[in-house]
């Protein structure tokens, strides 16, 4: 897939969840001493295979922070991120991610 789409996507699912009214962060820029904090104020982190330190979805979920990730390279496998499947999109999907942010944040730590 074209990197130009996954990057249309992801600023598609951006608009929508702002549109919304939800906070959208790029983590780029933050001191690494403040994601923490960070993380544990979030609901969940998108990932949608864009090029990037891979540590964040990792980093993200050890304070509860739920990712939802693109099935491709290291998001493909339920081995590395075992995540309710819905959570792991096909492709890069502005609708399915703000679907699976949405559940995520209005559930807040109660996915299954």
Known sequence: RAGGQVRAALLDTVARLRGRGYDVLDLRGFDRDDLPSVYAAAAT??????????????????????????DEGYGGSALDFPIPERFRLRRADAPAAEAAVVELVEGRGNAT
Do not use: K, Q
Not at 57 to 70: D, K, S, T
């Open 45 to 70: 982190v998108v990932d949608f295979h864009v090029p990037g330190p891979e540590r964040v979805v990792m980093e993200a979920a050890l304070f509860g922070c739920w990712p939802v990730l693109v």
